[in-house]
Structures are given as C-alpha cells and as structure tokens.
C-alpha cells in the first residue's frame, strides 16, 4: 500500500508542486472517496448531481489547500481528503435544498465539523443489494423497512459507525479518528451495530442488549 503520511515521497512532491504527484494520490484515494459521496448524497439530489463533479471540486480544493495542510497536518492524507470532500458535498446539498439541508438529523457531529450523515434508506439499499427476480421485490420491500427500522432506532454514532467501517471501509482507527472518540469505543460500537443487523437480516430477533 503506498503511504499516504505527511512525509511519503508523494505528497513532498505535490506540495513542491508536482501536479502528477497530486493528482496520482488523490486517484488513489478516489473509489473510497466516491462511496462516499454516494452513501450520504441527498436522495432528493440523486440523477441530478453527478457524484464526480463533488469529486472534482474537492480535488481543486485539495490542490489549493494542501500547502497548509502539510504545515500542521493533525490527520492521515485520506481523513483530510475526506473530509473536504465531505464539505464539498455538504455545500451541494445547501446550494439545491436551501434551508431543507439544514435539518440537524441529515447532518453527523464530528470533531472537526458536521457531514451530511448517511440516511438509514441509503444503508439499507447498500446492506440488501439488488434482488435478481421481480418475485423477490416484496419480500425486499418487507425487510428493507425492517433494516430502516433497526437503523433509525440506533445510537446515531453507532449507525455512523456502522456507514463508515462497513461501507466506506474505513479502518477501526481512522473510524475513531473521524468521531473523535477511542478506538475501543469504535470497535465496540461496530460489532454491536452488525450484531444487531445481522440477527435482523438473518430473520432472527433484534438486539436490544448491550451497552450504550
């Protein structure tokens, strides 16, 4: 894996001003950065914003900023990336919903500000997948209010937690990193979180244990 620190060769071109050297580790991060982009767009926003032009004016904000970023970088490349991508987003949607974006529940708290949160239908589409048959639609329908349910009724930290291990692959300690709590406590959420799907998912009863 190519090391994306403050000091890998890489990013000590960009910052000299190589803009291959940028634009091949922005690259690199792209595809996690893309799911993103997809799992928190407003749904109210999807075929009408192409999450690639998010993705391009974050690449240009990064390009701008990454002088400053590299004098105090307190965060890995892709926790910062991400992050100003997450706020490119965050504009988009108060740019076409106005006021409507503004709505606390749509956003997550983090230490470093607030992201669009990723909604309980966008994970639940994630977690069921595309049935094949159109037989197998209602009982998709069925179980995709049932998930719906079971994320609504989560800790928002957990369902975060949830979004950012299981569908942006982050790692435990980047997780922890991006709420700004210990890695234990990340850990511990994510496990309680699929526990608690996947009983659900796999017809059994939900969890309603553990702590808090």
Same mark, same amino acid.
């Given at each position: ?22 634009? #091949?580790?922005?690259?690199? =991060? ?26 391009? *004016? ?11 970023? @590299?004098?105090?970088?307190? /965060? ?16 988009? =949607? ?12 749509? #956003? ?8 669009? +949160? ?7 589409? +994630? ?8 037989? +197998? ?13 079971? %994320?609504?009724?989560?800790?928002? /930290?957990?369902? *975060? ?6 569908? *942006?692959? @982050?790692?435990?300690? *980047? ?5 700004? /709590? ?11 979180? @699929?526990?608690?799907?996947?009983? %659900? ?12």
């Amino acid at each position: 894996m190519t090391d994306d620190r403050p000091g890998s060769d890489m990013l000590r071109r960009a910052a000299a001003g190589d803009p291959a050297a940028l634009a #091949e580790e922005f690259s690199r =991060h792209r595809p996690r950065l893309r799911r993103m982009v997809q799992l928190r767009l407003d749904r109210r926003l999807q075929g009408r914003v192409d999450p690639s032009d998010v993705l391009q *004016e974050a690449y240009l904000e990064v390009a701008r900023s990454l002088p400053e970023y @590299l004098a105090d970088p307190q /965060i890995p490349f892709y926790l910062w990336a991400r992050f100003v991508t997450g706020r490119k987003l965050q504009a988009v =949607h108060r740019h076409h919903l106005g006021t409507l974006a503004r709505d606390a529940g749509r #956003e997550v708290s983090l230490h470093r500000g607030t992201l669009p +949160q990723a909604s309980s239908v966008s994970l639940a589409e +994630q977690l069921l997948g595309r049935y094949a048959s159109p037989s +197998q639609a209602a009982a998709k329908a069925e179980l995709q209010v049932r998930v719906q349910d079971a %994320l609504n009724g989560m800790d928002p /930290i957990d369902r *975060e937690v949830l979004a950012l291990r299981h569908f *942006e692959e @982050l790692s435990n300690a *980047e997780t922890a990193q991006v709420l700004g /709590i210990g890695e234990a406590a990340a850990s511990h959420r994510f496990v309680r979180a @699929l526990r608690r799907l996947k009983k %659900l998912l796999a017809g059994g009863p939900d969890d309603p244990g553990g702590p808090p």
